[in-house]
């Protein structure tokens, strides 16, 4: 997945169980893209990514370059969970481009 | 009778010039929200750096903008091309250790002048620059040993040319 998308570089090393412990969101982003052909399983994924984005960026507040990482993971390959009737492409990348300021560590 | 007061001190009297200390709060409040410092638990505040990974990340937000708003879309460039991201992708290039890393300046560049691609179709005044930016294209497309995600995005260098050949017709 580093080959196709640059920006965010996950070592071959990593596994699930230390994604789930450190990166979290990370973790939950890769399961919405990747259960493309498994509809109601990325529809749980899905809303599970937005409620975790929804709490933990606009209810806690809280800034790290796990979200901003996610969410780039999330928009990269945003056609494969791609539903019209709860489309925030433009909305995500708004929130992105707020994260991707000086104060992102 | 406090209300008025209170309103009568912030109208007449700057409140900086009276409480030095609120305005040493103030500026040291200010300091998280731009970033330039973070809490960080016991340690106190501290000086952020930006490491590799946020710069690198910074440079696939500005790579989505495009993306997305120029190429996907008519909306307007949400991240606009700037010294920014041309620092980060140049210390990306410089310090990363991945084997595409050195050509995110390319990709910049090729964003940027997609930007302005943009920025002519909605101008006809800006046509003159289209041979230059296509000739650019052609030079970066040519070099060797480029990443498939660099490859795809010089395929809307097609796309360039064929819009050169309607406008001109």
């Known amino acids: 997945m580093s080959r196709l998308c640059p920006f965010v570089i996950i070592a071959d090393t990593t596994t699930a169980e230390a994604l789930l412990q450190h990166h979290p969101f990370i973790l939950c982003a890769i399961l919405v893209i990747t259960t493309a052909y498994e509809v109601p399983e990325q529809n749980a994924f899905d809303a599970a990514f937005r409620e975790l984005l929804a709490k933990t960026v606009i209810i806690e507040g809280k800034r790290s370059l796990d979200y901003l990482q996610g969410l780039l993971i999330y928009l990269s390959w945003h056609q494969t969970s791609f539903r019209h009737e709860n489309a925030q492409v433009f909305q995500l990348l708004h929130m992105a481009i707020g994260k991707s300021g000086p104060g992102v560590r | 009778m406090l209300r008025s007061f209170s309103c009568c001190t912030w109208l007449l009297v700057r409140v900086d010039q009276v409480y030095a200390e609120f305005r040493l709060i103030r500026v040291t409040g200010m300091l998280p929200e731009l ?59 410089r310090y990363g250790e991945q084997p595409g890393d050195k050509h995110l300046m390319s990709l910049v560049f090729v964003m940027s002048r997609i930007e302005k691609v943009r920025l002519a179709l909605s101008s006809k005044g800006s046509l003159h620059e289209w041979p230059r930016i296509q000739r650019e294209f052609d030079e970066l497309s040519a070099m060797p040993g480029l990443p498939p995600w660099l490859q795809t995005t010089l395929l809307y260098r097609y796309v360039i040319s064929s819009a050169t050949k309607f406008w001109l017709c």
């Open chain 2, 35 to 93: 970033g330039l410092t973070a809490w960080d638990g016991k340690a106190g505040f501290r000086v952020t750096t930006q490491t590799i990974d946020a710069q690198r990340a910074l440079v696939g937000t500005y790579y989505l903008s495009c993306g997305i708003c120029v190429l996907g879309t008519s909306q307007p460039q949400m991240l606009p091309h700037g010294d920014c991201i041309i620092q980060a992708a140049a210390h990306v290039a």
